[in-house]
């Protein structure tokens, strides 16, 4: 099992701390979800976990050789390339170009394959920048906020499928969201940031999630307390 290991990480830009003095370790083999509300530095978070961003003090260490996807908050295709195409984009070169076919599937983009996104909805689009994502075969996959923009349905089946596919594949996940559901749907580990600081932690079973279950609208309740 590898780790990323935040230690003491503080991050500022100006006078604003956002956060502060972090020390955690994240295993790359399951799926953490960052939750906290909007402004929390959630994806500052991820921006400085992915490297694109330098911490103003404290050290970062990633396992040599990690190879991470970055699945951003807007889906930041390529509009002068079709649905299949910017897919395409993701696959490593070696792989079986094929793929796309199943990536287009899981998504359900089949139809809209040959669409360029300004033809998209905005729902759309976000499956295919997920499609891209998963096409890369990282081993840790980054997220931010990757549903938001879908209805009740599409996000629920779509959360059931990337909970699956981590499981089968072992892939990693760091997800940031505020969505207090989709954090359970998707969690191993639910880490909570609030001012600055992960202000409490939660561990769940394996397996897929019912989140109508009297366990986890218990859960529910405790991670909406420490959230206010
Ligand atoms: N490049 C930047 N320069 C200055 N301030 C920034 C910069 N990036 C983020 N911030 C500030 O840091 C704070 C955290 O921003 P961040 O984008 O990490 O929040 P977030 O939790 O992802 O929010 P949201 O849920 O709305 O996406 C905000 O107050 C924001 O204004
Ligand atoms: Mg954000």
Redesign the pocket.
Same mark, same amino acid.
């Given at each position: 099992m590898s780790t990323i290991e935040f230690c003491h990480i503080s991050k500022e830009?100006?006078p &604003?701390r %956002?956060l502060q003095d972090l020390d955690v370790s994240l295993d790359t083999g399951e799926c953490t979800v960052i939750l906290? !509300?909007?402004?929390?530095? !959630? /994806? /500052?978070?991820l &921006?400085l976990l992915a490297g694109l961003e330098e911490p103003s003090s404290g050290t970062l260490k990633r396992p040599a050789g990690l190879k991470l996807g970055m699945m951003f908050?807007e889906a930041r295709l390529f509009p002068w390339l079709t649905c299949r195409q910017n897919i395409a984009l993701g696959l490593p070169r070696r792989a079986d170009p094929g793929e796309v076919d199943h990536w287009l599937q899981l998504v359900q983009l089949t139809d809209a394959a040959d669409q360029y996104p300004h033809q998209l909805s905005g729902g759309m689009q976000q499956r295919a920048s997920l499609a891209r994502t998963l096409a890369m075969h990282s081993q840790l996959i980054l997220m931010?906020?990757p549903f938001a923009a879908l209805d009740y349905f599409t996000r629920a089946q779509l959360q059931q499928e990337l909970r699956t596919m981590q499981q089968q594949l072992k892939r990693g996940i760091v997800l %940031?969201t505020?969505n207090v559901d989709e954090a359970l749907a998707l969690g191993d580990r639910l880490l909570i940031?609030r001012q600055g600081r992960f202000a409490r932690e939660m561990h769940l079973p394996p397996g897929t999630r019912d989140l109508l279950s009297p366990e986890l609208i218990k859960a529910k309740r405790s991670l909406l307390a420490a959230l206010a």
């Amino acid at each position: 099992m590898s780790t990323i290991e935040f230690c003491h990480i503080s991050k500022e830009y100006g006078p &604003r701390r %956002v956060l502060q003095d972090l020390d955690v370790s994240l295993d790359t083999g399951e799926c953490t979800v960052i939750l906290g !509300k909007s402004g929390c530095g !959630k /994806t /500052t978070f991820l &921006r400085l976990l992915a490297g694109l961003e330098e911490p103003s003090s404290g050290t970062l260490k990633r396992p040599a050789g990690l190879k991470l996807g970055m699945m951003f908050q807007e889906a930041r295709l390529f509009p002068w390339l079709t649905c299949r195409q910017n897919i395409a984009l993701g696959l490593p070169r070696r792989a079986d170009p094929g793929e796309v076919d199943h990536w287009l599937q899981l998504v359900q983009l089949t139809d809209a394959a040959d669409q360029y996104p300004h033809q998209l909805s905005g729902g759309m689009q976000q499956r295919a920048s997920l499609a891209r994502t998963l096409a890369m075969h990282s081993q840790l996959i980054l997220m931010d906020e990757p549903f938001a923009a879908l209805d009740y349905f599409t996000r629920a089946q779509l959360q059931q499928e990337l909970r699956t596919m981590q499981q089968q594949l072992k892939r990693g996940i760091v997800l %940031v969201t505020h969505n207090v559901d989709e954090a359970l749907a998707l969690g191993d580990r639910l880490l909570i940031l609030r001012q600055g600081r992960f202000a409490r932690e939660m561990h769940l079973p394996p397996g897929t999630r019912d989140l109508l279950s009297p366990e986890l609208i218990k859960a529910k309740r405790s991670l909406l307390a420490a959230l206010a």
